[in-house]
């Protein structure tokens, strides 16, 4: 059986805000335990901006598969969100699905006001493939597992060919949230991934296409009525490296508000971007610069900003740079 939300081959950097990326760590290289991001709030002392102390605090915990197991959200030093990540496999539901049928006591994470529309699911699907994610309040009930602190639950249903078909996230009652569906083309590369309400409406797709002449690979994101907000395309060099990445953000007429123009290092990583706002010319422009640790990971990624004048390029001392940090524990 498949974990869930283990990151399909053909997204890579092509497609960093693909899939359940919320259920998933972050793809680094060795395997990680923890990831704590801290962006920083700068202070600026004789003209110069030092980092100051951070302002919000994201932590994940994960496990060797690299699914996440817990996270943590503070902005400054109070506590916002704390979750925990139960990943079950089909055999797994399928032993509570018994259990509920043959209305033997429940010791799964399905309350009693649960069962009945549980049930009903069992029924309908426990002959398909799937696995499935149990999100709870660690504030609430920190050593919990059952429905007193449960706030999300997400199956994930695979095809014939073991790639995801659909997600459906349901509340701690079994009511229907929202539901995704994948389609692919012929050569197994997704095509389409579309979201939609509890009651059966669109609300968003998400359209991929890809060049291979070109290298590249897109995503054209469209709302509720089929207009297109977003796009966002990525060029890659022939060892697969991501080179540049532009984003444009469009108006309910599919008029361009603004685009942004990022250009890689070698690895793929963020160096400069350009800003454009309705004009040929970019409005401004951010450099990266980065510190890293002894596996090659960013510890640290200051983003500051330039004032355009034509081809010149000078620093906009007014504006406060932003400042990640991150602290990686790995496996």
């Keep these: 059986m498949k974990n869930i939300f283990f990151s399909l081959s053909l997204l890579c950097l092509a497609f960093p805000r693909a899939g359940a990326q919320e259920l998933k760590c972050e793809n680094l290289k060795p395997k990680i335990k923890s990831l704590k991001v801290m962006t920083m709030l700068p202070v600026k002392r004789d003209k110069i901006w030092l980092e100051g102390v951070p302002g919000s605090v994201f932590q994940t915990s994960c496990d060797s ?15 916002v969100s704390k979750k925990r990540f139960v990943h079950k496999t089909r055999k797994e539901i399928e032993t509570v699905c018994k259990n509920i049928k043959s209305e033997e006591k429940v010791d799964s994470s399905f309350g009693e006001d649960s069962r009945s529309a549980f ?5 309908e699907n426990l002959k398909k493939d799937f696995d499935a994610v149990m999100v709870h309040d660690a ?3 920190p050593g919990a597992s059952g429905a007193e602190n449960l706030i999300k639950q997400v199956f994930r249903f695979y095809n014939s060919k073991g790639l995801p078909a659909e997600d459906r996230q349901f509340d701690a009652y079994m009511g229907l949230e929202a539901r995704i569906e994948y389609k692919y083309s012929g050569k197994n590369e997704l095509a389409e991934k579309t979201e939609y309400g509890p009651d059966g409406g669109k609300l968003k ?3 991929y296409s890809f060049d291979k002449k070109a290298n590249t690979r897109s995503v054209s994101v469209f709302n509720e009525h089929g207009q297109l907000t977003e796009k966002t395309v990525y060029e890659h060099r022939k060892d ?8 444009t953000e469009y108006n309910a007429g599919e008029q361009m508000l603004s685009k942004s123009e990022i250009y890689c290092d070698e690895k793929g990583a963020p160096l400069r971007e350009s800003v454009y706002e309705g004009s040929e010319n970019p409005a401004y422009e951010y450099r990266y610069t980065y510190k890293s640790d002894k596996n090659g990971n960013w510890t640290e990624e200051w983003k500051t900003r330039f ?22 524990t790995y496996y």
């Excluded at 049930?119 to 029924?123: A, G, I, L, V």
């Excluded at 697969?240 to 984003?247: A, D, K, M, P, Y």
């Excluded at 004032?307 to 990686?328: F, H, M, N, Q, W």
Aim: proline share 2%; net charge neutral.
């Design 119 to 123: 049930e009903d699911f069992c029924r």
């Design 65 to 79: 598969d690299g699914l996440k197991t817990g996270e943590a959200e503070y902005q400054q030093k109070t506590l």
């Design 139 to 141: 504030v609430a009930a």
């Design 205 to 207: 797709q998400e359209v």
């Design 307 to 328: 004032l355009t004048y034509g081809d010149k390029r000078l620093e906009d001392k007014s504006a406060a740079p932003r400042i990640v940090k991150r602290e990686i």
């Design 240 to 247: 697969g490296t991501l080179s540049r990445e532009v984003r």
